[in-house]
């Protein structure tokens, strides 16, 4: 093992290296922040430009999803290049001056890796193309026979995520296995490229001073025998994921993650990396060990109902996961992939579905504004967000969430870039409702995100959701947020949690090491707090708060002495 260094080959002082465990984390999506080069797509000098912002609202870190050369046909999951940046949002240069202006505010910085596939553009797949059949530059990537009499049909009738076939054909008649987009190859992790490619990669970047990594689709790396015979999609289905799946979450893709600690452990302080790991609750721990990845993402309250029993045991069940892991939890409510939870809160509760699969629904019908309440999903959101942040582990928060952000619903068809949406047509309305760029002031063609056209279109209402709109209420949900980060960077301490008597089904109360408490009233109707709690004194609430009552819908902060 090399001697451990940082970026510039001097070991740091003063930092902590499990900075991580209780961050706050802040997603930025590259092209839809802030635009300065007058693209309609946002840069990395956009982000540069609200670094203030970012310091004022108090987040640790932020996770910048990719931001490599691509052609976007996932958003920029699809990576041509994964050591420099899409000339569409700037430079190594800009990059290195992004990544100096967070070091100088105090946020750290974590971008994301997609390990699972290159994209079509990449020089390995071009490569591949070119050397044809049995050459060492195909065996990088999935390819196989077809089956049939010429070939002529794919090696299984698998679907991919994104839907449509699994499986794409190239000129020569071999077929390559594409789990999302035909634009994105799946990689061959049996391939020792493969792999020293990666820790050149994770050098590259913690060379230059990124603190962590996000890791897409961790839980697919590692494939079974490819080259042999092929389940159906339905015994696919079928099959349970033990470690033996041929696909997702085997056992042997922890051997990747292990040889990748000991990259990160080159470093002082210890890079560190969060997996994007859809698994079985019991088989998320491995991910978190220390000795692979450090931490694993919690998608529970994604899909959770605005229930205090749900969220309980949410809960519950994921620090006591953590505990097994020795890692933190980690905890999220909006990401890239899914409906904003100010949404998912504004609409009707379905006992037989989770709060997403009502959410993708609605939009999938239109998502009609009758059906929508638009003040409750607030309320629940800003309630929801407060208990998120009591919580002992890490709170990753998306961009405009801090906002109150609603999801984009009526975004036309010939507007939208999601490939879900074009590969599963009267199925899946696709992503892009939620990665409509930000508004930052009241008016403008783009609310302030730039002086082009935003390339996703924004909705006459983000004007009353912008930053200039909010900077000067003091009751709106992006004070809250700075008024809740301030008040937790003062109260956190120690990792635990008790759970305490709340008086009522509809809600709940934990305490924190230090006599933090937080109160949630998961209900409609006012609860009052109980006589020991309502000596606390008040720290931060979600919504106004009259002595000892807490209305529907709204979390406190108390201290007790």
Same mark, same amino acid.
């Given at each position: ?65 990719? +931001? ?199 470093? #002082? ?41 749900? +969220? ?5 069940? #994921? ?35 989770? #709060? ?206």
């Amino acid at each position: 093992m090399t001697q451990p260094k940082d970026f510039n080959g001097e070991t740091p002082l003063g930092i902590d290296p499990d900075w991580w465990r209780q961050a706050v984390v802040y997603q930025v999506y590259p092209r839809s922040y802030a635009d300065a080069d007058a693209s309609g797509i946002g840069d990395l000098k956009g982000i540069t430009s609200r670094v203030p912002y970012l310091k004022e609202l108090g987040v640790d870190a932020i996770w910048l999803s990719p +931001f490599y050369p691509s052609q976007l046909a996932d958003g920029g999951y699809d990576v041509d290049d994964y050591r420099d940046v899409d000339p569409k949002i700037g430079t190594l240069d800009d990059f290195d001056k992004m990544s100096a202006a967070l070091k100088e505010a105090g946020i750290k910085l974590i971008v994301d890796i997609v390990p699972n596939h290159t994209s079509n553009q990449h020089e390995w797949f071009k490569a591949a193309l070119a050397a044809g059949p049995g050459s060492p530059e195909r065996d990088r990537y999935i390819f196989r026979e077809g089956k049939g009499e010429n070939g002529e049909e794919p090696p299984s009738d698998w679907v991919s995520i994104f839907g449509g076939p699994a499986w794409e054909r190239v000129e020569d008649g071999q077929w390559y296995l594409h789990l999302f987009a035909p634009e994105q190859p799946d990689l061959n992790w049996n391939n020792h490229d493969v792999h020293e490619d990666f820790k050149k990669t994770f050098r590259f970047w913690s060379d230059r001073g990124v603190d962590g990594f996000r890791i897409d689709v961790a839980h697919g790396c590692a494939k079974g025998d490819m080259w042999g015979d092929l389940p159906s999609e339905a015994e696919l289905l079928a099959m349970p994921k033990d470690g033996n799946h041929p696909i997702w979450d085997r056992d042997d893709v922890h051997d990747i993650y292990k040889e990748w600690r000991e990259v990160f452990n080159e470093y #002082n302080p210890p890079r560190t990396a969060v997996a994007e790991a859809w698994v079985e609750t019991d088989r998320r721990p491995p991910y978190a060990s220390p000795e692979e990845l450090g931490q694993a993402f919690n998608f529970d309250l994604l899909s959770a109902r605005f229930d205090a029993g749900e +969220f309980k045991k949410i809960v519950s069940d #994921n620090l006591e996961l953590s505990a097994k892991s020795g890692s933190s939890s980690t905890w999220v409510l909006s990401n890239h992939d899914v409906v904003r939870h100010a949404t998912r809160y504004g609409l009707a509760i379905d006992p037989e579905k989770t #709060n997403e699969q009502v959410a993708r629904e609605w939009l999938l019908a239109g998502g009609s504004e009758d059906q929508l309440d638009r003040e409750l999903g607030e309320k629940r959101a800003r309630a929801a967000t407060l208990f998120e942040l009591a919580l002992p582990g890490s709170a990753y928060l998306y961009q405009g969430e801090e906002l109150g952000l609603h999801e984009v619903a009526d975004i036309p068809d010939a507007e939208r870039q999601d490939p879900t949406f074009f590969r599963s047509p009267g199925v899946n309305i696709g992503r892009d409702g939620c990665r409509v760029p930000l508004p930052w002031t009241r008016e403008g063609s783009s609310f302030g995100f730039g002086e082009a056209k935003a390339h996703l279109p924004q909705p006459a209402w983000f004007g009353d959701y912008s930053v200039e709109a909010q900077e000067s209420d003091a009751a709106s949900t992006l004070n809250l947020y700075r008024v809740a980060l301030k008040a937790r960077r003062e109260l956190q301490t120690t990792e635990g949690l008790e759970w305490l008597e709340s008086g009522s089904e509809d809600a709940l109360a934990f305490r924190r090491p230090n006599g933090w408490v937080n109160f949630t009233n998961f209900g409609n109707e006012p609860v009052q707090l109980p006589a020991e709690l309502a000596v606390g004194e008040l720290k931060v609430a979600s919504a106004d708060v009259s002595g000892d009552i807490v209305p529907g819908a709204t979390t406190v902060w108390l201290k007790l002495s």
